[in-house]
């Protein structure tokens, strides 16, 4: 069966200074999510956006045709309900966190789902994969990390390739529809091996936004997971 692949440019890197262009922009250039890093000065040492920014980009999350983008937020905050709350209010469409970040995951989950979006849990390089073996049934998306959370433009961690197929074995046998999604390092000539591994969807920032031509980077990644 093919697999659908999506791409996910992370806004971490884009120019702040014209955060609405940049979204319209890696949009025309074919993303298919936009990814949204929330980093709160505590759970990571790094300061971003809140969610007044996220719903000032929302009306700028669609296509020229006018077809809306999917909003992916990565939350690395701690606590995480009250936020969580906020950005579904402010637009967001997809929002993960990570389990470590919550005192009680399963209503974290619960809470993001009452209000309409869709739920991701998010795993550090040396974070286990336990948590999956009681609520993968109630989750939509997998998000692995393969840098350690803060910062674009690391290197990708190679044993996140073990990790992505653990999850695609769990995902099989859940029978579920979950997308497994990797962050961080993903390159041109790296996503193919993370796809190979059992990924779907793909995390880039520095990888596009770090290119004065988002398309030729983005119709690259196309091109070697074809
Ligand atoms: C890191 C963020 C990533 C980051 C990826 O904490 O979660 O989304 O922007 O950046 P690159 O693609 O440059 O590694
Ligand atoms: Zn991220």
Redesign the pocket.
């Given at each position: 069966m093919a697999m659908t692949y999506r791409i996910a440019p992370?806004?971490?890197?884009a120019d702040f200074a014209r955060l609405g262009d940049e979204v319209k922009n890696v949009i025309a250039a074919g993303s298919d999510w936009i990814?949204f890093?929330v980093?709160d000065n505590h759970y990571?040492p790094?300061l971003t956006f809140g969610p007044m920014i996220c719903s000032a980009l929302k009306p700028h999350a669609k296509t020229a045709a006018g077809v809306a983008v999917p909003i992916d937020v990565?939350l690395?905050v701690q606590p995480v309900d009250a936020l969580a709350a906020a950005f579904a209010e402010a637009g967001a469409d997809l929002i993960s966190f990570h389990p470590d970040a919550s005192g009680h995951v399963h209503r974290s989950i619960q809470a993001i789902k009452s209000k309409g979006c869709k739920a991701g849990l998010?795993f550090n390089p040396a974070e286990p994969l336990d948590v999956l073996d009681w609520v993968i049934d109630d989750i939509d998306l997998v998000l692995i990390?393969?840098?350690?959370?803060?910062?674009?433009?690391?290197?990708?961690i190679d044993s996140a390739l073990r990790k992505i197929e653990d999850v695609r074995r769990r995902i099989t046998a859940s029978g579920k529809d979950i997308r497994l999604e990797v962050?961080?390092?993903?390159?041109v000539d790296n996503i193919r091996r993370v796809a190979d591994a059992g990924a779907d969807t793909f995390?880039?920032?520095?990888?596009?936004?770090?290119k004065p031509d988002y398309k030729s980077v983005i119709d690259a990644m196309r091109a070697a997971l074809s």
């Amino acid at each position: 069966m093919a697999m659908t692949y999506r791409i996910a440019p992370s806004i971490l890197s884009a120019d702040f200074a014209r955060l609405g262009d940049e979204v319209k922009n890696v949009i025309a250039a074919g993303s298919d999510w936009i990814h949204f890093d929330v980093m709160d000065n505590h759970y990571v040492p790094n300061l971003t956006f809140g969610p007044m920014i996220c719903s000032a980009l929302k009306p700028h999350a669609k296509t020229a045709a006018g077809v809306a983008v999917p909003i992916d937020v990565h939350l690395m905050v701690q606590p995480v309900d009250a936020l969580a709350a906020a950005f579904a209010e402010a637009g967001a469409d997809l929002i993960s966190f990570h389990p470590d970040a919550s005192g009680h995951v399963h209503r974290s989950i619960q809470a993001i789902k009452s209000k309409g979006c869709k739920a991701g849990l998010v795993f550090n390089p040396a974070e286990p994969l336990d948590v999956l073996d009681w609520v993968i049934d109630d989750i939509d998306l997998v998000l692995i990390m393969s840098v350690n959370p803060g910062f674009g433009g690391q290197s990708f961690i190679d044993s996140a390739l073990r990790k992505i197929e653990d999850v695609r074995r769990r995902i099989t046998a859940s029978g579920k529809d979950i997308r497994l999604e990797v962050d961080g390092g993903i390159k041109v000539d790296n996503i193919r091996r993370v796809a190979d591994a059992g990924a779907d969807t793909f995390v880039a920032g520095s990888a596009i936004f770090g290119k004065p031509d988002y398309k030729s980077v983005i119709d690259a990644m196309r091109a070697a997971l074809s």
